[in-house]
């Protein structure tokens, strides 16, 4: 990157539109020349805030409106860096052009006076491509891309092409650990202190899976189960011994004690399997044998109760069976007969119940259908009245919209007057704030100019005893008859006399009494200026206030008529008077307007609801009849069902019908039981039969004995069984304990090796060893910084006159103690010996720190292919130094510049000014900074 126009407008100490043209030099070499806070740095602070949006040094950085230019006073300009630099592409040089706007809040006029603006501009940026198009993406994308483009970082960029004033030995003398940053951002080592965290991951994971499967083990263990049956107190102790304990041998010895308590559970569970088995023979046997016995008396159950059932059938004979059949036979033939009369006579019942309700149905219809008739036409008459007033009424608002025309007026007059009335308001605030600022200004110029006379006097003062002084020196010397050194009299008749206050005022002394005079009159006259524009900004200002007035008082005698001397507030009282009666009227109006145009819509459907009435009251009628004929007709069609009822009334039906119903139940009962008593004849004679030809010669069984025997044997299998189970279950999770905990053991020996190599690596490469405590990516960087170091030395011996070289601290000391790995060593090459950077002078300091930036930057240049460094540029530091060394970082930087580097150095040294033809002319006034070339 090679710079060719810097812009600055509205920027720092930069006012006016400011262009600095970096292809005038003749040489690559040139000087930024300037009186103290002329604004030498602020262009480095361009260069940077255009290319990263931030300033030129790392310890004071400034953003947003804090580099809005202060002395843009009248313009209101934007503030903006427009930097246009040159780049190496595909064997070519390309321009790319960046223009960025700090973030700031823009000023603005009014009346005269400058005010912020509420309204907050936030940072743009623009990049212009070789092409001439611009850069299509946002902030931060552009900003990515400009970075890429110059191949640094902003902190990269300040390291080795920008070392800011006051820095540079901060950059020298940084510890292992803040170099260590800087080192992995240059050159990407990031990759090594990942190697060592993920060692330190993957040791964690190996702590953590061994605790785990320690954990799970104990856990295993814990579901051991040791049944009553076989009991092991020892097992039991070691098993709750194991709970508490995290050792490895203890699970061991625990192991061992399991695997031999589940050969003894295997044993004792097929000794109880076999026993299990000889009770389940007998229980079974026992069981078949109480089933047939349950059989049998069964078989006598059924044989008793067929001979009862046929003992009944012979007390019924035949005639009592005949009887029975006819008289059910007759209750059910009078109930059927008599059920038909009964439904018939709630049918009529019901239908009466019918029509008289469609009677009275019909009545109350007919009777609400006059009535509704007669609300009709009652309707009809009022609304034909109620149109009658609404036209009335119209006729009353016909005046409302002329009204509201006029109220409109008077409100825009009253608003109008309002606003002028707060401007008025306004301008007597300025003109307040303008009388005490003139007043201030007035009063700084009286100090100004009282503490200017009073410096100028001492000025005087000690110029006059100084040089009276330097006469009476001069005529100590004289002897009569020897010509005098300044006029060549021989004869001195009366030399002078040294004062004897002027005995300890020097030359510099004086000259320091100079600059103090010489800087209170330019402060005087700074002030002066500042008062004279304070005056004239309050003269402006009551000029504006007066304007103002003249024009209000026309407008408050147009509105109001002719008023006394009103105050402002007086004023305001009367308006909100005004707008307050001005409201009311307007509500008046409004409610009117509104009112005219609703009456309005209704007069326009009147004819519409006039029909729509008449035809309501017409229906109402029509109803009426119809409702009357209903009524007639339901009377003629009860008096026809009343003829053809049997009974006195529903309560006479229904008790005849009872009677019926409980003669025909009666009846139907004895039926049934007659019915059940002969399918059970039937039924006993078969089931008879059937048991004595089971029964056969066999006695009745003894069930109660062959049951309790059959318990017992149940009992003692459940017995069996029990204990079978206990000891297959302990043996079935015993079992599988005693796998996963062997299966525990070996993985966890396995994951111990994996885990101690883990560790060794992992102690030896993050520098966690005693009297090693460099880590893998110091070591790797100490690579990359002899080679910054090796190109630094080149530089540092000849600036030094071969005194001086860095050196990385001793690999042997680098990791004792503390991480030392990438700690700098001046080596003196007169005493042989090794010293802290921190310990060399400023101007020692200063080459070190210039040496370092320049090696850094040819190892970056050659380590990255794209990166084109032909930019340095240098704030200050050369008063530090001798003749001699500032002779030789002359002339080192001279070299450097005879290629293709471009060097630019801020610098009051005097000696300089002789020393490099090119200067940059940085001059400030009340306007701000200024620039200009000066060759040769």
């Not at 110029?445 to 006097?457: G, P, V």
């Not at 009227?585 to 029909?611: C, F, H, M, N, P």
């Not at 229906?619 to 003629?636: F, I, L, N, T, V």
């Not at 090794?834 to 400023?842: C, D, L, N």
Request: aromatic share 6%.
């Amino acid at each position: 990157m090679r710079p060719i126009q810097l812009i600055l407008q509205a920027f720092g100490s930069y006012a006016e539109k400011t262009v600095v043209d970096f292809t005038q030099p003749v040489q690559n070499l040139f000087l930024i020349t300037g009186d103290t806070g002329a604004g030498k740095t602020t262009i480095f602070d361009g260069i940077m805030f255009a290319l990263y949006g931030t300033s030129s040094s790392a310890a004071n950085r400034k953003e947003g409106e804090e580099l809005y230019s202060q002395f843009e006073q009248d313009k209101c300009l934007e503030p903006y860096v427009a930097f246009t630099f040159s780049q190496p592409e595909n064997g070519a040089e390309v321009r790319y052009t960046v223009r960025r706007e700090p973030r700031h809040r823009r000023l603005r006029q009014r009346g005269g006076v400058l005010t912020p603006n509420k309204t907050v501009t936030n940072e743009t940026v623009e990049l212009t491509m070789p092409d001439g198009s611009v850069y299509p993406e946002k902030i931060a994308a552009t900003n990515a891309k400009i970075e890429d483009i110059v191949g640094l970082t902003a902190e990269e960029f300040r390291q080795v092409a920008m070392i800011a004033q006051g820095e540079f030995r901060q950059m020298l003398c940084e510890k292992s650990d803040r170099r260590k940053e800087m080192l992995r951002k240059l050159f990407h080592t990031e990759r090594f202190d990942a190697i060592v965290r993920e060692l330190k991951r993957r040791l964690d994971v190996s702590r953590r899976e061994t605790e785990n499967r320690l954990a799970l083990a104990k856990a295993e263990a814990a579901q051991v189960r040791i049944p009553a049956a076989l009991p092991d107190e020892a097992l039991g102790r070691e098993k709750e011994a194991l709970h508490a304990a995290d050792s490895i041998a203890a699970m061991e010895h625990f192991l061992a004690r399991l695997g031999a308590y589940v050969d003894r559970l295997r044993e004792e569970s097929e000794r109880v399997q076999a026993e299990r088995a000889a009770c389940k023979e007998k229980r079974d046997a026992v069981l078949r044998a109480t089933q047939d016995a349950e059989s049998l008396q069964a078989l006598f159950a059924q044989k008793k109760q067929a001979e009862e059932i046929l003992a009944k059938g012979k007390a019924w004979p035949e005639e009592k069976r005949r009887a029975v059949h006819e008289q059910q036979e007759r209750a059910a033939d009078a109930y059927a007969k008599l059920s038909e009369k009964v439904k018939r006579e709630k049918e009529i019942d019901a239908a009466e119940r019918k029509i008289a309700e469609k009677q009275k149905q019909a009545a109350a219809a007919q009777k609400a259908a006059k009535a509704q008739a007669a609300r009709a036409q009652k309707d009809l008459e009022d609304y034909e009245k109620q149109a009658v007033r609404w036209r009335q009424r119209v006729e009353e608002l016909a005046g409302s919209e002329a009204e509201g025309e006029r109220l409109k007026h008077r409100r825009e007059k009253l608003t109008e007057i309002q606003r002028a009335c707060t401007s008025l308001d306004e301008a007597q605030q300025e003109v307040h704030r303008a009388t005490q600022a003139a007043r201030a200004a007035a009063e700084a110029f009286r100090q100004a100019k009282k503490d200017k006379t009073a410096k100028a006097d001492v000025y005087q003062q000690s110029w006059n005893l100084y040089y009276d002084a330097q006469a009476g020196i001069l005529a100590e010397v004289l002897t009569d008859g020897e010509p005098c050194p300044v006029c060549g009299a021989r004869v001195h008749p009366a030399p002078a006399k040294r004062a004897a206050e002027a005995e300890h005022l020097t030359k510099a002394m004086l000259d320091e009494r100079k600059r103090a005079a010489d800087a209170a009159a330019e402060q005087a006259e700074k002030l002066a200026a500042a008062s004279s524009r304070a005056e004239m900004a309050h003269q402006a200002a009551r000029t504006r206030f007066e304007e103002d007035g003249h024009r209000f008082r026309t407008m408050l005698e147009a509105a109001f008529g002719a008023q006394d001397a009103l105050h402002l507030k007086e004023v305001h009282a009367m308006l909100e008077t005004a707008f307050a009666a001005l409201q009311e009227d307007e509500a008046k109006q409004k409610q009117g307007a509104e009112e005219r145009v609703a009456l309005q819509q209704k007069l326009a459907s009147y004819e519409e609801q006039r029909t729509s009435l008449q035809n309501r009251c017409e229906a109402a009628k029509q109803r009426e009849k119809q409702e009357s004929e209903r009524a007639a007709a339901a009377a003629a069609s009860l008096e026809q069902l009343a003829g053809q009822k049997q009974f006195e009334s529903l309560e006479d039906a229904d008790a005849c019908l009872q009677k019926a119903q409980a003669k025909k139940q009666a009846g139907d009962a004895a039926r049934a039981d007659l019915d059940k008593l002969e399918r059970q004849l039937g039924e006993a004679k078969g089931s008879l039969s059937a048991a004595v030809r089971g029964i056969g010669g066999k006695s009745e069984p003894d069930l109660a004995a062959l049951r309790a025997a059959g318990q017992r044997a149940d009992r003692a299998l459940q017995e069996a069984e029990k204990a079978a189970e206990q000891l297959q279950g302990a043996l079935l999770f015993d079992g599988a304990s005693l796998e996963k905990l062997q299966a525990f053991l070996a993985a966890r020996a396995k994951e111990g090796k994996r885990q101690a190599m883990l560790e060794s690596l992992y102690e030896r490469l993050s520098g966690n060893v005693s009297g090693a405590r460099m880590d893998l990516e110091s070591f790797v960087q100490r690579h990359y910084l002899k080679g910054i170091l090796h190109a630094a030395n080149a530089r540092f011996y000849a600036m030094s006159n071969g005194e001086f070289a860095l050196h990385l601290t001793p690999i042997e000391q680098a990791g004792a103690g503390k991480n030392r790995g990438l700690d700098l060593m001046v080596y003196s090459t007169v005493t042989g010996t090794a010293r802290e950077v921190r310990t060399i002078s400023g101007g020692e300091s200063f080459m070190a720190a210039l040496s370092l930036a320049l090696g850094m930057a040819d190892r970056i240049q050659a380590g990255r292919g794209a990166v084109r460094l032909d930019t340095l540029f240098i704030d200050e530091g050369f008063g530090n130094l001798d003749d001699s060394m500032r002779a030789n970082a002359i002339r080192v930087l001279k070299n450097m510049a005879g290629g293709s580097r471009l060097i630019g150095i801020i610098s009051h040294v005097s000696e300089l000014k002789r020393e490099i033809d090119d200067q940059l002319v940085v001059t400030k006034d009340e306007h701000g900074s200024h620039v200009h070339w000066q060759f040769g």
